[in-house]
Antibody, heavy 120, light 107 residues
Framework: QVQLVESGGGVVQPGRSLRLSCAAS????????MHWVRQAPGKGLEWVAV????????YYADSVKGRFTISRDNSKDTLSLQMNSLRPEDTALYYC?????????????WGKGTAVIVSS | DIQMTQSPSSLSASVGDRVTITCRAS??????LAWYQQKPGRVPKLLIY???TLQSGVPSRFSGSGSGTDFTLTISSLQPEDVATYYC?????????FGGGTKVEIK
């Protein structure tokens, strides 16, 4: 079955870095756009970043632009999010989500998320 | 950037009631709107895309309508398992902004 499994979350000090990963299975990973979406504790959903099916185009939310980098390895069916210069406001559950198409539209499959806590 | 505003932020209704949630875009987005359901402690689930197209497997009591700037999600007969927070999301262009959410509870 279609599955996304995130990993890499944890507790990190402000200003430090963390790298999240998402392992995809059950579908042709290289054919679909992929997203990161986050949800702060008790808050709503916030779209973070998207990457085109072939990795050639990436877009970011203003709140993370210049600090986060989305990437993918289609040979390993893996999506990544490199998070630098982390801030307390980046504390959230980070979801990996599959786009329904090759670019950026709506998300039809979601992982269970990995928690990131930024605190001194 | 286009802002997405949902109303109400929460509602309480009885089982069997018709429930309507609205989502307004600050600029026109044609029909590029999706709705998600997030049950307590669970992962978001796609309900509707392109404003009115029901995702496979979603009960027919859910429906969506609208175009341009004003959209609605309707639950024709509220069921106990529909207790959740519902989010709209524009999908015409980046950023793929979500609305603030509407929490639906049973009265």
């Amino acid at each position: 079955q279609v599955q996304l499994v995130e990993s890499g979350g944890g507790v990190v000090q402000p200003g430090r870095s963390l790298r999240l990963s998402c392992a995809a299975s059950g579908f042709t990973f290289s054919s679909f756009g992929m997203h990161w979406v986050r949800q702060a504790p008790g808050k709503g959903l916030e779209w973070v970043a998207v990457i085109l099916y072939d990795g050639s185009i990436k877009y970011y939310a203003d709140s993370v632009k210049g600090r986060f980098t989305i990437s993918r390895d289609n040979s390993k069916d893996t999506l990544s999010l490199q998070m630098n210069s982390l801030r307390p406001e980046d504390t959230a559950l980070y979801y990996c989500a599959k786009d329904a198409m090759y670019n950026w539209n709506y998300m039809d499959v979601w992982g269970k998320g990995t928690a990131v806590i930024v605190s001194s | 950037d286009i802002q997405m505003t949902q109303s109400p932020s929460s509602l309480s209704a009885s089982v069997g009631d018709r429930v309507t949630i609205t989502c307004r875009a600050s600029q026109g987005i044609n029909n590029y709107l999706a709705w998600y359901q997030q049950k307590p402690g669970r992962v978001p689930k796609l309900l509707i895309y392109a404003a009115s197209t029901l995702q496979s497997g979603v009960p027919s009591r859910f429906s969506g309508s609208g175009s341009g700037t004003d959209f609605t999600l309707t639950i024709s007969s509220l069921q106990p398992e529909d207790v959740a927070t519902y989010y709209c999301q524009k999908h015409n262009s980046v950023p793929l902004t979500f609305g603030g959410g509407t929490k639906v509870e049973i009265k």
